[in-house]
């Protein structure tokens, strides 16, 4: 059975001789074992501030892309994310073979592709669209062509007029494309370039956009390393392994003494609890401490100088 909030609270409770908690009382915990309680995310949070890269929060994205949009956003929980990961799913339906993307630095790409994204031309959808409606009702048609195509999801559509909030003449499922049902909101763009993504890019605000962008839904994949929330019910539990749970009492243990200021007990206590986050990385991720020798050994030259001052 997996520890839960509630029994690494009751057992910080127990090194400190105070009454536990059940899953009735934790809801209604007071003094000390409110401490205990946030001594725990405490403890968690530390050790996982620790290293970006334990396998425990590994996550893997699957993103599906939206036709004439550039830049994306990284999941919520972010930490971190290896962009030697990206690769666009195999998909036969939109002539695609898969494959891994290459990292493109972002001032190379300001530099050189920028211009790709004033080439397209959004909007959305005012309402959902059906697969045999001649009118598009759309936010509005500022900026679009006055007769043109537009891409939908992975349709593409013609049309010979246009009014503030609307495109009219419209034809269904051009260039061999096929006519489909569109949600409300969904992106109506316009453009002249886009393909199959190959390159990814790092923004500066740490999400990622795509070069060339996407002319189809295409899905990418990608791994990265999760921050978890906060436990707050009582059968709450962590992504670290059980059998580091030791460790996290003993962070929990220390946090309490330092808010009651006992420094001797908390000193104890710290000790322990970096000795064990440096074996989780030593066993989770082959990171070990190296002791480097600060000798400094005599050159050649200064030797056969020193020699000869000796000689002389």
Known sequence: MAESFLTYTNKVLARMNEVQLTSTTFPNARGIQVQCQNAVNEAIRYINQKEFNYPFNNATETKSL???????????????????????????????????????DYNEYINNFITQEDDIVTTQLDGSLNDSATTITVDSTTGFASSGTLHIDNEKVTYTGTSS????GV?????????????????VSQFSGGSIPQYIVRTPDNNYLLYPFPNKNFTIKFEYYTFPTDMSAHGDTTTIPDRFAAVIVDGATAFVYQYRGETAQYQLNMQRFEQGIKNMQTLLINR?????????????????ADLNVRVS
Request: aromatic share 10%.
């Open 165 to 168: 909030t609307q495109f009219t």
């Open 288 to 304: 070990f401490n190296y002791v480097r020798s600060t000798f400094i050994p005599r050159s050649a030259n200064y030797g056969m």
């Open 66 to 104: 939206t036709t004439g949009t550039v830049r994306y956003t990284v999941p919520t929980s972010t930490k971190t994310i290896d962009y030697n990961t990206f690769r666009l799913k195999k998909d036969d339906d939109l002539g695609t073979s898969g494959g891994k993307l290459r990292i493109l």
């Open 171 to 187: 034809t269904r499922g051009a260039s061999s494309t096929t006519a489909a049902s569109h949600s409300d909101d969904a992106q």
